[in-house]
């Protein structure tokens, strides 16, 4: 098993083109696909979730694998629901663990016809392509948006259109705006006309160009490695001020931990205040990819911190809350949880172990949010660190061009 053994440099400098984001380019890869468009959507993300679903798109195989890809796999069932054909949609063993029945039910309830190849409630699914009659259901909002978005896609292909009505408290609702925000563009009307309502008119998605904005969650990563440091100087390309993603609050919370956004023409640069405030209280509920590199920081800054909303983080590509909670103990952090849905430290601390070797149980951000912590432990390192494949393969690549130091060993 590869390992990374990690030394920061002295001061950190760097330009950094971003990866795309890949929540827009699969959410613009099926739009695309619906609308039969004849544009093809630009500066995709060369990531396995991204390339995963141009596979998917492209080769129509009767049997699809999408390996870790949330997006994909939600995305598809919808999209595969209405379109012509028998698929069977699979994933790697984690993705079968996590759930689809609110997805597959909503879908069954406006007449798809899916069943499981599996578990009941989990891929592999099989589907077979159908016209979908019903056009108003309910459904819950309150363990993944994904299961919303996918559904929302499919709405302006329906002969009466969609409404959703949500019930529960809505969970990462950035990303069913995204999602409303990108129909839109590419034609279609969709709107919330309640707080807990979604109409989707039936009229067709046009074709337009589009070209994917740089992944603000990538971005957090860079902003860590600010944070962390004592000196850095960092730019990163192609993120905009009104960015589509609602990853893009990050920016605002990490200017409460000292680093500041001066917004330019090609993307941003971080500045160091150094005017970190002394604890950090936040619902992360909007923003649940961004609750690694938050934890770690605030961890590794000695500021104590108690994040909310954090519910849907046991079901990601791996149970984040147990992981962080293992891995900072031990870089000698003792981090506290309250109904799987808390996070919080009041500075509590254990003995380091002396070589800590972070295990990311196959999740790309265990790696990317763990990596800056070789800033303060020297030698640190990263396990399985090919994971960070699933959405910015070039991440190692960054943090040499940043002056990192990376040893592999075995
Ligand atoms: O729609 C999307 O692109 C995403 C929605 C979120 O998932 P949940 O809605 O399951 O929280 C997020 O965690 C994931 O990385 C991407
Ligand atoms: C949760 C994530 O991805 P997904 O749910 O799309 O697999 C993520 O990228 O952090």
């Given at each position: 098993m590869v390992r990374y053994k990690l030394t920061s440099p002295p001061m950190v400098k760097a330009t950094i083109q971003l990866p795309a984001s890949k929540s827009i380019s699969n959410r613009a890869l099926i739009i695309n696909a619906l609308g039969k468009g004849s544009y093809s959507p630009e500066n995709l993300s060369d990531c396995d979730d991204t390339q995963v679903m141009i596979k998917a798109l492209t080769e129509n195989k009767e049997t699809i694998d999408i390996m870790a890809a949330g997006t994909a796999m939600r995305f598809l069932t919808a999209y595969l629901s209405v379109t012509p054909g028998k698929h069977t949609i699979t994933g790697t063993a984690r993705m079968q663990q996590r759930p689809i029945q609110i997805l597959v039910n909503a879908l069954r309830e406006l007449g798809a016809e899916i069943e499981y190849?599996?578990?009941?409630?989990?891929?592999p699914l099989h589907i077979i392509g159908t016209e979908l009659k019903k056009n108003e259901i309910a459904l819950k909002g309150?363990?993944?948006s994904q299961y919303i978005s996918a559904l929302l896609m499919i709405g302006p292909v329906l002969k009466n259109g969609l409404t959703l009505h949500l019930s529960g408290e809505i969970i990462s609702r950035p990303y069913i705006n995204l999602t409303l925000q990108l129909m839109n563009d590419f034609g279609a009307k969709a709107a919330w006309t309640a707080p807990n309502s979604i109409s989707v008119a039936p009229q067709p998605y046009e074709s337009i160009p589009f070209t994917v904005e740089s992944d603000w969650s990538a971005a957090s990563y860079w902003y860590q490695i600010a944070a962390l440091s004592s000196k850095a100087e960092i730019e990163l390309l192609?993120?905009?001020?009104?960015?589509?993603?609602?990853?893009?609050r990050g920016a605002e919370v990490f200017s409460r931990l000292g680093i500041t956004t001066e917004f330019t023409a090609k993307g941003v640069k971080l500045k160091k205040?150094?005017?970190?405030?002394?604890k950090l209280e936040e619902d992360l509920v909007d923003i649940p990819d961004l609750a690694q590199t938050f934890v770690v920081t605030c961890a590794l800054l000695n500021i104590p911190f108690r994040f909310t909303g954090l519910q849907s983080l046991k079901i990601k590509e791996t149970d984040r809350i147990t992981a962080l909670r293992s891995e900072l103990k031990k870089l000698g952090y003792l981090i506290e949880e309250e109904n799987d849905s808390v996070l919080m430290w009041n500075g509590e601390r254990c003995t380091p172990e002396q070589t800590p070797i972070i295990q990311t149980y196959e999740d790309h951000r265990m790696a990317m949010a763990f990596a800056p912590a070789a800033i303060l432990y020297p030698d640190l390192q990263i396990a399985?660190?090919?994971?960070?494949?699933?959405?910015?393969?070039?991440y190692w690549e960054h943090l040499k061009q940043a002056g990192f130091q990376i040893i592999s060993e075995k």
């Open positions: 190849a599996g578990n009941e409630g989990f891929p309150n363990v993944s192609g993120l905009f001020h009104h960015s589509y993603q609602g990853d893009s205040t150094g005017n970190a405030l002394k399985e660190p090919e994971v960070v494949s699933k959405s910015y393969p070039n």
